[in-house]
């Protein structure tokens, strides 16, 4: 006998779980079906970001800064500190545990919010009257059945075509999280956000650390100022970033990983590192959904078409997230789960892509909000420009930590603010002002006025506003 549901969500990763939840506040039965575990077979509830993603690899970050901090900076505070040494297996350990409370945080949730939750993997049987039939492999077979299915199945690493993941010596995201040593030599190829990231943990920790990039810039999609600042400042911290490189073959054996390149000249290089990362980008998880049962239409690339409402080419069935187009963010997916249960519900959902932030958890950190100056030029729009140094700032001095800036650009007639950008100390903090100002199509001026405490690092938010008109008070 087949269980019955207003709505069947196919993942309980940020996209998933979120709209698991507000489904049920808004009066629905709902069911949530997720296959992840964790290595004692429970329920790990979270997808990605929550298992090996952006939680353990934030827990990570952190635990390599405060070992960063002990090892080159606390003398400068008269604090001393006599045979420091990291522990690796404690550091993944406390990592492993805050995975773990965010796992069971959700399954509280859905208890709180009565979100039925079926342990295996979902996949579409066909189409019934009135609903869906979802199939559910795992532990305990079971069948449902529901009026309408959001499809929230996230996506993978992509690997380099002929190297798969072994997750021992070439890593993904996933493997680059369990490493139980500091590795002597790291390689990664890409400069993404997940390559950025974990090669700065490990470089903290004594890692020599070679990033290979096939793009002749960096952080192409980042504001070039902003990414030339931050290649300096990481290029200062000790990575070796090379730019414009074409990857060839690579040979992993029990010695190590040796990867053969050409660099920007056209010179015929050889890497030969301990573990290689290799962060080239995600690919939509639709494999095992089943979606030709139900005519689901997917792209050349497996991810589910949906409109901009995030419906499918099959009524009642949504999908959000990494699984569909845009840019593949866990506050993207969450803000499309609100949106989608709130649009079954009659209601009128919200999301604007254009004010959807961007962050890298590198240190300096970088973060984004709307439009780069080079989409700007390429689009011809006239905009104003201003730019504000953290070294001008009074808590980043007190902080300690004065690199980058942040960037203003506003409409040259309207003075809209049409995109900001930041690296610098907790730039994913200050970013949120600048995302809901835009939100509300705010002017720079609307932000040079506004009170800032003092000091704060978000003063240097609104000296960047007054410099679009040219008159900062602080440098």
Known sequence: MSKQFDVIVIGAGPGGYIAAIRAAQLGMSVACVDEWKNSKGAPALGGTCTNVGCIPSKALLQSSEHFE??????????ISVADLKMDVAKMVGRKDTVVKQ???????????????????????????????????????????????????????????????????????????LRLGAVPKKLGLIGSGVIGLEMGSVWRRLGSDVTVLEALPT????????????????????????????????????????????????????????????????RVPNTTGLNAQAVGLQLDERGAIVVDDQCRSNVPGVWAVGDVVRGPMLAHKAEEEGVAVAERMAGQHGHVNFNTIPWVIYTSPEIAWVGQTEQQLKAAGRAYKAGTFPFLANGRARALGDTTGMVKMLADAATDEILGVHIVGPLASELIAECVVAMEFRASSEDIARICHAHPSLSEATKEAALAVDKRTLNF
């Open 69 to 78: 901090q002990a090892q080159h900076h606390f003398a400068e505070h008269g």
């Open 102 to 176: 965010n796992n069971d945080g959700i399954l509280y949730l859905f208890k709180k919010n009565k979100v039925s939750f079926f342990h295996g993997r979902g996949s579409f049987v066909q189409a019934t009257e009135g609903g869906y039939q979802i199939q559910v492999a795992g532990a305990v077979e079971e069948t449902l059945v529901g009026k309408q299915v959001i499809v929230a199945t996230g996506s993978n690493a992509r690997a380099l075509p002929g190297v798969p993941f072994d997750e021992e010596m070439i890593l993904s995201n996933d493997g680059a």
């Open 218 to 281: 960096f952080l192409g999609a980042v504001d070039q100022q902003i990414a030339r600042e931050a290649h300096k400042a990481l290029l200062k911290q000790g990575l070796k970033i090379e730019l414009g490189v074409k990857v060839g073959a690579i040979q992993s054996g029990k010695q190590g990983v040796s990867v053969e390149w050409t660099n920007a000249k056209g010179e015929a290089q050889e890497l030969q590192v301990d573990k290689l990362i290799v962060s080239i980008g």
